[in-house]
């Protein structure tokens, strides 16, 4: 049965005119799906139409199975059931410019970084656009406040589920819904390239980080393995691409590994690999998962490593660490559900 949540607004234009109503009603249900509403809940649809509508569709909706709280600052960590009994993440956090929500785009992960829980299991399955609506659906609703912030870095590898990304994304966007601004979207990806020139193409006002990690190709294929597929050159060729189309600035991820990547070599080859580009560096120190054999930097050494960057002209800043006294790393408590 269709799942409301995963439709444009033109597409739910087509399916109300199939069920031989009037287009403003499309509209009507489209700005209720994106509150959170049930069909019994749209008052200004005429109760034979809600009945109809129950019948022959459905509103997906995730179970809240799991919430943590973080005691310091307000993040929540949410798990969430999907309808075939599988399990996502997200966190909801907050920060002075508004609340932001970090949401999961598959269900597992096929890409195999070497540091990461999200992957160990493989990929269950891609999530759809609605699926990846819900989940800023439900926060919205179980927290009761606004989000004006995505972050698609949660479990799985965006451009590994491109179409329903780029359907989540319009959906989001989109002015009957939430119409949450493209400025305020960020998408991560470990660097499927061919997907970032679509990306470019067809969503060049939302921003992109790339999760770069190593500043060898070596040294970035032994962490992440799809570095042999797509290595650091067509990377860097692809981002060039994406900030001419875009004029945006780029992230680069650089989760930091004690004795793997922190050393002053790579924070020499780092500077190399970035220097007179526009882009800003995120670093971020590993959460420790355990069994992958890897250690967190220190926080110190985060924090010598952006000073330098900073020295070089390469603007660059220390992750906050929110939710610390929560399970943090992504794909930790969607692990734990799955040992039941
Ligand atoms: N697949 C996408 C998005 C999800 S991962 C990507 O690779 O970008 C989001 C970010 O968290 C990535 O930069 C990823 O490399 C990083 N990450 C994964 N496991 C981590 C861990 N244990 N500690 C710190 N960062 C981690």
Redesign the pocket.
């Known amino acids: 049965m269709n799942d409301l949540r995963s439709l444009t607004i033109e597409e739910l234009e087509t399916f109300i005119k199939e069920l031989g109503e009037p287009k403003y009603r499309a509209h009507q249900v489209f700005s209720w799906i994106h509150k959170g509403a049930h069909f019994d809940e749209m008052l200004n649809l005429p109760k034979t139409l809600r009945s109809k509508l129950a019948e022959v569709s459905h509103i997906g909706r995730l179970e809240i199975l799991n919430v943590q709280e973080s005691k310091t600052d307000g993040t929540k960590k949410f798990l969430f059931g999907l309808e075939d009994g599988d399990a996502v993440e997200a966190v909801f956090m907050k920060y002075k410019y508004g609340n932001s929500i970090c949401i999961s785009s598959q269900a597992g ?1 096929r ?1 195999g ?1 070497k ?3 999200s992957t160990r299991n493989g990929l269950s399955r891609n999530l759809t656009a609605g699926e990846m609506l819900s989940q800023v659906l439900e926060a919205i609703s179980e927290t009761g406040e606004p989000i004006g912030h995505i972050v698609v ?2 479990t ?3 451009f590994d589920n491109y179409e329903n990304l780029s359907k989540f994304l319009k959906l989001v966007h989109c002015e009957e819904g939430l119409n949450i601004s493209n400025r305020n979207i960020t998408v ?3 660097g499927i390239v061919p997907k970032i020139y679509e990306f470019s193409k067809d969503h060049p006002k939302v921003n992109l980080a790339i ?1 770069l ?1 190593a500043a060898t190709d070596e040294k970035r294929s032994a962490m992440m393995p799809i570095n042999n597929k797509y290595p650091i050159e067509e990377i860097m060729k692809a981002v060039k691409h994406y900030t001419e189309e875009s004029g945006r600035r780029i992230t680069f ?1 650089y ?1 930091m590994v004690s004795g793997v990547n922190d050393g002053d070599d790579d924070l020499a080859l780092l500077k190399t690999l970035l220097k007179g580009k526009l882009c800003h560096v995120n670093l ?1 120190p ?2 420790k ?1 355990e069994g992958t054999g890897f250690d967190p930097a220190s926080r110190k050494r985060a924090e010598e490593f952006c000073a330098q960057l900073e020295n070089s002209g390469i603007p660059a800043t220390v992750r906050r660490e929110l939710g610390s006294d929560i399970d943090a ?2 794909g930790q408590l969607r692990l734990k559900s799955k040992a039941r």
Request: glycine content about 8%; charged content about 10%; overall charge negative.
């Open positions: 992960c890409m970084c540091f990461c829980a870095m949660g799985g590898e965006p991560s990806t470990c999760s990690h991820e989760t971020i590993l959460n998962v790393a992504c």
